[in-house]
């Protein structure tokens, strides 16, 4: 299983930005798949998923309403639709994917396969 995260840099606050993670040997639609994300001197958090089979969806409270996550099953391929964009969201962005139901869904430690990392900034 290959996870290869893309799309992050360097946005001013206000701005928008779509991470995407092309997703290899696993079927995306039988995987809760989406993103976290880890601040310096912070512990890695959960940012937006998607559950099995589309049924249930994760948003942290400090992204509602900013954040879409979204996936294309025929690409194999996640996606992060980041809008307006504050100080506040810059880190590293991973993708990953997991057998994970539930309250779990947030849950960074209980995803197996991981993407590199991708760096958002977010800065004037």
């Known amino acids: 299983v290959q996870l290869q995260a893309s799309g992050g840099g360097l946005v001013q606050p206000g701005g928008s930005l779509r991470l995407s993670c092309a997703v290899s040997g696993l079927e995306l639609d039988y995987f809760a798949t989406g993103w976290f994300r880890q601040a310096p001197d912070k512990e890695r958090e959960g940012v937006s998923v998607i559950g099995v089979g589309n049924r249930t969806m994760y948003y942290a409270d400090s992204v509602k309403g900013r954040f879409t996550v979204s996936r294309d099953i025929d690409k194999s391929t996640v996606y992060l639709q980041m809008n307006n964009l504050k100080p506040e969201d810059t880190a590293v962005y991973y993708c990953?994917?997991?057998?994970?139901?539930?309250?779990?869904?947030?849950?960074?430690?209980?995803?197996?396969?991981w993407g590199q990392g991708t760096l958002v900034t977010v800065s004037s």
């Open positions: 990953a994917a997991g057998a994970v139901w539930g309250p779990n869904l947030s849950r960074w430690s209980r995803y197996d396969h």
